[in-house]
Nanobody, 124 residues
Framework: QVHLVESGGGLVQAGGSLRLSCAAS????????VGWFRQAPGKERESVAA????????YYADSVKGRFTISRDNAKNTVFLQMSSLKPEDTAVYYC?????????????????WGQGTQVSVSS
């Protein structure tokens, strides 16, 4: 059974940093692409970043380019999202998801398995 567990969320002041982790089990993690999504109250879920199974391909939403960095450690079955220069508008529940085809995508339906999410709150 596939499990994805996000961690690293919390409350931070604007301008601060957080590093989210997504730990996977129950799958051959190194062959999966991983995406990070977020959903703020009253808003639709949106794609934040994604990384291919090799780690060579990445995607970032325009709103986070230059501030967020996605990376992966296949030996530890973990993907990271380093978030810097955080803004109040980054406040949301952040989810990781995996796609067995290994392709970078911002399209949520492509991803087969999802974690439960971790809350990120940025105060002004």
């Amino acid at each position: 059974q596939v499990h994805l567990v996000e961690s690293g969320g919390g409350l931070v002041q604007a301008g601060g940093s957080l590093r989210l982790s997504c730990a996977a089990s129950g799958l051959t993690f190194s062959t999966y692409a991983v995406g990070w999504f977020r959903q703020a109250p009253g808003k639709e879920r949106e794609s934040v970043a994604a990384i291919s199974w090799t780690g060579d391909g990445t995607y970032y939403a325009d709103s986070v380019k230059g501030r967020f960095t996605i990376s992966r450690d296949n030996a530890k079955n973990t993907v990271f999202l380093q978030m810097s220069s955080l803004k109040p508008e980054d406040t949301a529940v952040y989810y990781c998801a995996v796609d067995y085809l290994g392709r970078v995508s911002q399209w949520a339906p492509q991803y087969e398995y999802w974690g439960q999410g971790t809350q990120v709150s940025v105060s002004s």
